[in-house]
């Protein structure tokens, strides 16, 4: 099977021969052609090989960057932009309709609506529900959080790290553990998360949101940025109520 990868960072010839000697001693590899005029390279393999893979082939030359161009995930990416807005953010809207009927239901219950105690049980199944996607396929969910997030890019087991941080929060919002400990740190994650979203969708970067891990390809846009600003909002307005 041949794959085509976009190429940064070459600059002269020098440049595309250190990228396809790299390329070339990657296990799998059969063949590697690269283009310094159209910054791409033409990867012929033996079964496929993950992106990461390649990522970490160029990783001791920091200058150079390898991007997927008409594999899988861009087939993908492009089969999203046929389907209408709804078709393709169905299932976030659902797993939101889920989590807000069900913790409405837990306040009709009670008898009254307390708001900061929606809110908590709100962001414990906005938590729960996510990390279980992110669990699903860890690995791949790592791999996609690469692409975007300013820590996974420097430290690539932060993708491990931050799912189950997402787990552990929501159970901490489930049993209302030190509030102030609780919201302190979703605030400053989310805070950190945020960044990288924001830069995808303002560079237009036509890149797999990692939200819901890889069970479902749902393109990064603004909706990811409302989820994580949600979040940040309740957690901070949570914090100033305390």
Request: glycine share 4%; aromatic share 14%; hydrophobic share 50%.
């Amino acid at each position: 099977m041949t794959h085509k990868y976009t190429v940064t960072g070459m600059t002269c010839s020098n440049c595309q021969t250190k990228v396809q000697d790299l390329l070339s001693k990657v296990p799998g590899v059969k063949n590697v052609e690269v283009d310094l005029v159209k910054a791409e390279a033409t990867i012929e393999m033996e079964k496929h090989i993950p992106i990461l893979d390649l990522k970490s082939a160029l990783k001791p030359n920091s200058q150079y960057s390898i991007e997927e161009k008409n594999g899988m995930h861009a087939m993908l990416m492009n089969e999203e932009e046929t389907k209408s807005w709804f078709a393709t953010y169905k299932p976030i809207l659902l797993i939101f309709g889920y989590i807000i009927a069900v913790t409405v239901l837990v306040e009709v219950v009670n008898g009254t609506f307390e708001w900061m105690r929606w809110m908590r049980h709100f962001m414990a199944g906005f938590f729960l529900a996510f990390s279980f996607f992110k669990l699903l396929n860890l690995q791949g969910f790592a791999e996609s959080y690469f692409s975007y997030d300013i820590i996974a890019r420097k430290w690539f087991a932060w993708g491990y790290v931050y799912a189950f941080i997402e787990l552990v929060l929501g159970f901490a919002y489930l049993v209302n553990f030190n509030p102030f400990l609780t919201n302190g740190i979703t605030f400053v994650v989310m805070n950190v998360s945020i960044v990288g979203v924001l830069k995808s969708v303002l560079y237009k970067r036509k890149i797999k949101c990692a939200c819901l891990g890889t069970v479902f390809n749902i393109p990064m846009s603004t909706v990811t940025i409302v989820e994580d600003a949600l979040m940040i909002a309740m957690s901070l307005l949570t914090l100033i109520m305390l």
